[in-house]
C-alpha cells in the first residue's frame, strides 16, 4: 500500500543519473494516503454508511466557503489574521493560533476533498490559501518563519495542515496551467513552485532548529517533539529534492536537535516495556507516536520501523484498563478524567497491523475499536479543531469493523500497574449496574513530567462518582500558573495521602517543571492479587501494595487497597496506610477528600463527636510553593485526641449518595474536619462547590500503629457494614475485623494484612494463624459458612479450616 520512496529514488537515479541539481522522485500524495489507494476509499463510500457520512462532513465544513471563494476569492483571503514578525511570542501570547490552524485546516480538508473527487474547485481554494503564507513567508528564514507566532504551536496547527494541503493538491499544482490569487494586488498569478518548496524548508527549518543546540540522545524530555513531530515530518516529506529530503529525515529520525529530539534516539528509547509514554494519565497517549510510526512505516517500509517497538501498540491497549465504573479515566498527575485518546490509537494500530500482517494486534484493534464505538454515545464527527486536526484518518485510514465481537477484550481486570508513575489500580466490577455498584480505586505516585508530589496518593469510586479524588489539571493552561494550582493542588494537601511532621515535601532539582518543587522519588509496587492483568483466584477479594522509599522527607511508606465485595450491591475499600520518619516521629497526617455536602463525625457508638475551630493546619515549611499545602484548607474544625473508634460520613445531597468511612478503635487520634478548593471535573454540581476533608492526626508513628480505614460507598443512607475492630498482634496493629449486614444475613471479615511477605500472625482466641503478607477469612450467614483467601502468603488456618498456597503465592478456598 505504501510507497518506497529509497526505492523509486535508486530507480530513477539509475535511469536518469545524479548530475542533476533538484532531483524529485517523491509521488504524491504520500503522507496519509497514496494514489494507489484512492479507488478502496471511494469504494468505501459507496458501501458504507458510516464512510459516506465522513466525506460528507469535510464537504460541510468547507463547500460554503469554497462556493463563496469562487465567486470572490478575497472574500475568505482577506480575512486571514497578520502573521507575526517572528516566533518569540508565548503559548499565551500566541493568540491567533485557532484563527490561523482553523484556515488552514479548511485548506487541507478542501484539498482532501480534492483528492476524492477531482474536482479543481477545492484544489483552487486550497492553493490559494496556501499561497497567501506563500507570499509572506518566502521572504524569511527558518529562525523567523512563523504562521502563529509561536514555535511550539505552529508545526502542531499550521504547518501540519498547511504540508497535508499541499501534499493532496500537489498535482494540481503543478499543471501547466495552474494560477493561485494573490489577495495583496487582487488578481491571480504564476504558480512559482521554488517558493513553495523555499517555505516548506523555512517551516522545517523552524521546527527542527538545527541553527540551536544538539540533541543529547537518551535524555529525559517531555512530550512537546512528540506533539510537534507529525507535523514537522509531514513538512519534510513535501521536499522536492531528494538528497535534501532524505538529510532532513535523518535529522528528525537519527540525529534530532535540542528542540526537535531525535526520534528513534530519544522518544521512543523512553517508552517502557510496558508501552506507555512516561507521563499522567492523559498526556500518555500520545497518539502521535503510533501516527509518525505508522506514515514512517507506510513511506520507507524497508526501514521496518515497528519490528523493534510492537511494545508501544500493544501499550496502546493497556488505556482502557484505566477507566473507572463511569466510563472516565483515573487521574494521577497532571491529567484530566474526560481526555480520551484510545480510539485513535485503535485506528492507527489496526492501519499498520493490516498493513504488516500482526494478526493478533489486528485483532485487538479491531475488537478494541468496536467496544469503543459501542460506548460512544453519538457519532463522532469530523469537525475543525486547532489541535485535534487529524479527524479526517477517520476516512482515509477507516476500514468495516464487525457489528458482533466474538471475543471482547476484558478492560475490567482487578489490578493494574502503571509503572512509571507508581500506581496500582484495585477494582472489582458488578454484572448489573456497574457505574452505580462498582469499586475502582488507585494508589501510588512518583516523578515524570506533569506529575504531582503526593506520596502514595489515592483515589476512590463510589455509587456514581469519583468520591475520594486526586487533584488532577485545570481546565486552563493559564490556570497551571496560579497559586492554587502551584501551592495547593500540586502538593500533598491537595490529595489523599499521608503528611510525616507537618513537613512533607518535593524538590526542585530533578523536576519536571522550573520553581515546581514537585520531584519524589518513585512508589513501587511490592505485592498485588492477581498481578497485573491477570485473573483473580477469587471474585470476592483482591488487594494491591504499594511502598515508597522517600529519601527527600526521609521516611518509609506503605499502603495497601483492597476492594472487598459482599454483594452485588455492596461492597467496601479497605485502606492500610503505614508511615514512620527515619528520624524523629513527631506526627502522622492522614489526608482525605471527599466531594459533598456535608460530612458527620460521630464515635462508632454514635456519639457526635465534639469540634473546635483550629489554626492547626494554617502553617508551611517555608519553601517557595508553600508545602505541604494545607494552608487553603479552610473552617477547619478539631477533636481532642480520642482512642474510640470513629465514624465519618460524607454526604451528597444531589442524589443522595453516601461515603461511610470506619476508623477502627485502639489508637490515639485527632480529627480535624476542613473545607477545600472544589473538586477538578466533578459531577452534578461538585466542580463548584468546596470539597470536604477530614485530617487526622496520630502522634508519633504510624507503622506499627497504621493508619487503617474501612470506605463504604453507597445508596443507602445507613451503611452495610456496621462495626470495624483492630486485630491486634501485642501493640502491633495488623488488619481489622469488618461486620457487615447484607439482605439481613451478617458477613464477618478477618482481614489480615503485614508488612512482610514473610509476616506471621497468630491469634489463639480466634483459632486464626497466618503466614504471609495479606489474607482474608470471611464467616457468612446463620450456617457460618467459610471462605479462606491468601492475597500473598503460605497458609491460613480458622479454626477447623485451613488453606496452604502451595507452589504459589495465592489462593482461596469457600467451605
Not at 697 to 706: I, L
Request: net charge neutral; aromatic share 12%.
Amino acid at each position: 500500500m505504501g510507497t518506497s520512496v529509497r526505492r523509486i529514488s535508486v530507480v530513477l537515479m539509475m535511469l536518469f543519473g545524479t548530475n542533476f541539481c533538484w532531483s524529485q522522485s517523491m509521488q504524491h500524495p504520500v503522507i496519509w494516503v497514496t494514489q494507489d489507494e484512492k479507488q478502496d476509499i471511494l469504494n468505501l463510500i459507496e458501501k458504507y454508511d458510516w464512510a459516506k457520512k465522513l466525506e460528507q462532513d469535510l464537504h460541510a465544513v468547507v463547500d460554503k466557503k469554497v462556493e463563496a471563494h469562487q465567486k470572490k476569492p478575497s472574500a475568505i483571503l482577506s480575512h486571514i489574521p497578520e502573521i507575526p514578525a517572528d516566533n518569540s511570542l508565548t503559548e499565551f501570547e500566541a493568540e491567533r493560533v485557532g484563527d490561523h490552524a482553523a484556515v488552514l485546516t479548511d485548506a487541507s480538508y478542501a484539498a482532501m476533498l480534492y483528492f476524492l473527487t477531482d474536482d479543481e474547485k477545492y484544489a483552487q481554494f486550497s492553493a490559494d490559501i496556501l499561497w497567501h503564507y506563500v507570499s509572506v513567508l518566502s521572504d524569511r528564514s527558518p529562525e523567523n518563519t512563523t504562521i502563529c507566532g509561536n514555535h511550539f504551536y505552529d508545526p502542531r496547527t499550521s504547518y501540519a495542515q498547511f504540508a497535508l494541503a499541499y501534499d493532496f493538491i500537489y498535482n494540481f499544482l503543478n499543471k501547466p496551467k495552474t494560477k493561485v490569487y494573490k489577495a495583496s494586488v487582487s488578481k491571480q498569478q504564476t504558480f512559482d513552485k521554488a517558493l513553495f518548496q523555499k517555505v516548506l524548508l523555512n517551516m522545517v527549518g523552524s521546527s527542527l532548529q538545527e541553527y540551536g543546540r544538539p540533541d543529547t540522545h537518551g535524555k529525559f524530555i517531555s512530550n512537546h517533539p512528540i506533539l510537534t513531530a507529525p507535523g514537522v515530518l509531514y513538512g519534510i516529506l513535501c521536499i522536492e529534492d531528494d538528497k535534501e529530503r532524505e538529510r532532513l529525515f535523518d535529522v528528525f529520525w537519527e540525529k534530532g536537535t535540542a528542540h526537535q529530539n531525535s526520534f528513534k534516539n530519544t522518544i521512543l528509547p523512553m517508552f517502557g516495556k510496558q508501552g506507555v509514554w512516561p507521563e499522567s494519565t492523559s498526556y500518555s497517549f500520545m497518539s502521535p507516536v503510533s501516527l509518525v510510526l505508522n506514515i514512517i512505516d507506510r513511506v520507507y517500509p524497508e526501514m521496518d520501523v515497528t519490528k523493534d517497538y510492537k511494545n508501544i501498540f500493544k501499550g496502546n491497549f493497556l488505556f482502557d484498563n484505566l477507566r473507572m465504573p463511569d466510563g472516565r479515566f483515573v487521574r494521577y498527575g497532571d491529567s484530566k478524567r474526560e481526555h480520551d485518546g484510545t480510539e485513535q490509537l485503535y485506528r492507527y494500530t489496526l492501519n499498520l497491523a493490516k498493513r504488516r500482517g500482526y494478526k493478533h494486534l489486528e485483532g485487538q484493534a479491531e475488537v478494541a475499536l468496536r467496544q469503543a464505538y459501542n460506548r460512544e454515545k453519538r457519532r463522532q464527527k469530523i469537525g475543525v479543531s486547532t489541535f485535534n486536526n487529524y479527524q479526517p484518518l477517520k476516512l482515509f485510514w477507516g476500514t468495516p469493523i464487525p457489528e458482533n465481537i466474538k471475543n471482547p477484550i476484558d478492560f475490567k481486570k482487578p489490578t493494574v500497574i502503571v509503572e512509571h508513575a507508581g500506581i496500582a489500580l484495585q477494582r472489582n466490577y458488578v454484572e448489573k449496574d456497574n457505574e452505580l455498584y462498582g469499586l475502582c480505586g488507585i494508589i501510588g505516585g512518583a516523578h515524570y513530567v506533569h506529575s504531582h508530589v503526593t506520596g502514595i496518593a489515592m483515589e476512590l469510586y463510589g455509587a456514581g462518582y469519583v468520591m475520594a479524588p486526586n487533584a488532577g489539571l485545570p481546565p486552563t493552561v493559564k490556570e497551571r500558573r496560579i497559586p492554587l494550582h502551584e501551592n495547593y493542588f500540586r502538593l500533598y494537601a491537595g490529595n489523599n495521602t499521608v503528611i510525616v511532621n507537618g513537613t512533607s515535601h518535593g524538590i526542585q532539582p530533578g523536576s519536571w517543571k522550573d520553581g515546581a518543587y514537585v520531584w519524589q522519588n518513585t512508589v513501587v509496587n511490592i505485592a498485588a492479587e492477581p498481578k497485573h492483568l491477570e485473573d483473580p483466584v477469587s471474585k470476592h477479594f483482591n488487594f494491591a501494595t504499594q511502598f515508597l522509599k522517600d529519601t527527600i522527607n526521609n521516611c518509609d511508606q506503605e499502603r495497601t487497597l483492597s476492594t472487598i465485595r459482599t454483594s452485588e450491591k455492596t461492597g467496601y475499600y479497605l485502606d492500610v496506610f503505614r508511615s514512620k520518619s527515619l528520624t524523629e516521629n513527631k506526627f502522622q497526617d492522614y489526608i482525605y477528600h471527599n466531594i459533598g455536602d456535608a460530612i458527620s463525625l460521630k464515635t462508632t457508638k454514635g456519639e457526635t463527636l465534639t469540634t473546635k475551630p483550629s489554626t492547626r493546619y494554617q502553617t508551611d515549611i517555608g519553601d517557595p510553593v508553600q508545602s505541604p499545602g494545607w494552608r487553603y484548607f479552610e473552617d477547619t474544625k478539631s477533636t481532642k485526641s480520642t482512642q474510640k473508634g470513629v465514624r465519618a460520613t460524607f454526604q451528597i445531597d444531589y442524589d443522595q449518595r453516601f461515603m461511610h468511612m470506619f476508623v477502627p478503635q485502639g489508637v490515639n487520634r485527632s480529627y480535624t474536619t476542613a473545607l477545600a478548593p472544589p473538586t477538578r471535573e466533578a459531577r452534578n454540581g461538585y466542580e463548584e462547590k468546596p470539597t470536604q476533608v477530614l485530617a487526622i492526626r496520630q502522634d508519633g508513628e504510624a507503622w506499627e500503629k497504621p493508619f487503617i480505614a474501612v470506605f463504604e460507598p453507597s445508596t443507602e443512607k445507613k451503611s452495610s457494614v456496621q462495626a470495624v475492630m483492630p486485630l491486634m498482634d501485642g501493640d502491633k496493629v495488623v488488619g481489622v475485623k469488618v461486620e457487615s449486614k447484607v439482605k439481613g444475613e451478617l458477613i464477618t471479615d478477618y482481614i489480615i494484612s503485614l508488612d512482610s511477605k514473610d509476616g506471621v500472625y497468630e491469634n489463639k482466641a480466634l483459632k486464626v494463624k497466618f503466614e504471609g503478607r495479606f489474607g482474608i477469612i470471611r464467616v457468612e450467614g446463620k450456617n457460618q459458612s467459610v471462605s479462606l483467601y491468601i492475597g500473598e502468603g503460605k497458609t491460613l488456618r480458622y479454626g477447623k479450616f485451613s488453606l496452604d498456597s502451595g507452589t504459589s503465592t495465592t489462593a482461596f478456598r469457600a467451605y
